[in-house]
Nanobody, 125 residues
């Protein structure tokens, strides 16, 4: 069982920045690929980007390309998502996810992926 705890969400003006963090339980977190999904109001959950222990990274979603950056601290079992040039359409709940591989995290498969509780990001225009 992997427990994930997100932090860093909040309210920010358009053009601003936030940094999200996700801490994994030390028992198993460091061996897992980790990543981020988000769910905007009234929309389905969307995969954003993931990173593995070797710091291999998936192609980011087109919606965040060039603006969001994922990073990982294996010693702290933590993954971060730096959000820059935020837009109102980036508003939503951001979820941390963990799975055995990058493909697993990107699949979002319910029986293969662990999820955090989510952190709210609100971007005002």
């Amino acid at each position: 069982q992997v427990q994930l705890v997100e932090s860093g969400g909040g309210l920010v003006e358009a053009g601003g920045s936030l940094k999200l963090s996700c801490a994994a339980s030390r028992r198993t977190g460091s061996s897992y690929a980790m990543g981020w999904w988000r769910q905007a109001p009234g929309k389905e959950r969307e995969f954003l980007v993931a990173i593995n222990r070797s710091r291999g990274v998936t192609f980011p979603s087109n919606s965040i390309k060039g603006r969001f950056t994922i990073s990982r601290d294996n010693a702290q079992d933590t993954v971060h998502l730096q959000l820059n040039s935020l837009k109102p359409e980036d508003t939503g709940v951001y979820y941390c996810a963990a799975g055995l591989t990058l493909d697993t995290v990107q699949s979002g498969a319910k029986n293969l992926v662990y999820w955090g509780q989510g952190t709210q990001v609100t971007v005002s225009s």
